[in-house]
């Protein structure tokens, strides 16, 4: 990647014009045995896209993205805070500065988790993933998303009919393409039947990886992704800023472990942590890279990885982790260290 394109002030009252260049250096993966491919790098709306955060700011990490060549932008239902924000938030920005670049766009939105009160308002029920679309749809002032996910599997609702929801949704013309998220490796491999009974493709996973949670490397769901043809994009792999070199001093006031609304706790950031980070980020300085780009390179490594979605607070660190696709070979001896 030769060259990032960043304004560093982009007057918001004027129209957004992309780079010209915005897919000169851009990496893209095929997204299993699927014709769709993906950004290396995907931009998730997680944090600092809500209802409480900069809007301004939001709206110059979505251009600086774009501008170097990140088409996918991952949403949910519940993202904000507060939830359904992130996708307003969204919404407003495709409206004013990309809606002409809508065919250039993989916009994604998920449902899964609690939305509303009463019992519609959560899990994998017909009722609920259908009803959250439209809401997403309307958000974000959409005809349909390019990728619809189940967001995390529910033991309470016969699969059969979360996957007949996604099946339904694309012959609605509501999705283009369907996935799931947070799923086991058994129910990831009955999905994928499932859908494929009803002529759906199961597109992607997204499940969370990273090295300070490589669980998908063990249990097997990677190698079984592989071996279904479904794409991987990776949620949470520096995770949540641990893999940053935020955290090796202190606990710095605008961090998501300082934001009382945040997953991150304080708890989890001991001495044995730091000092684990700490051999992590020497490293990192050997490779040349920062902590971030590593463990996003850690990631990117395997090949059956499509995507990971890094969050942000500011377009600079966004082109600080595009930089990571530069290098993303690792010696025995270094993955070893990772361990």
Known sequence: MAHLFFQEE??????????AERYANAV??????SGLQLPAVSLG???NFGGVDDFDNARRMIHVAFDNGITHFDLANNYGPPPG?????FGRILKSDLAAYRDELIISSKAGYLMWPGPYGDGGSRKYLLAS????LRRMGLEYVDIFYSHRFDPHTPLEETTAALAQAVR????LYVGISNYPPEQTRQAAALLKERGVQLLIHQPRFSILQPDIENNGLLDMLGELGVGCIC????????LTDKYLRDIPADSRAA??????????ITPELVTKLSAFNALAAKRGQSLAQMALAWVLRHPAVTSVLIGASGPQQILENLAAVKNLDFTDAELETLK
């Not at 893209?28 to 045995?33: L, M, S």
């Not at 609605?172 to 999705?175: E, I, L, S, V």
């Not at 934001?259 to 989890?268: I, P, Q, S, Y």
């Open 10 to 19: 982009i007057p918001m009252a004027n129209v957004y014009t992309p780079s």
């Open 28 to 33: 893209f993966r095929r997204c299993g045995w």
């Open 45 to 47: 709306l997680w944090h």
């Open 85 to 89: 924000s992130a996708e307003e938030t």
């Open 133 to 136: 679309l439209d809401q997403s």
């Open 172 to 175: 609605q013309g509501k999705a």
């Open 235 to 242: 949620f949470s792999p520096l995770a949540q800023g641990l």
């Open 259 to 268: 934001k009382a609304h945040g997953f991150l706790k304080k708890e989890v």
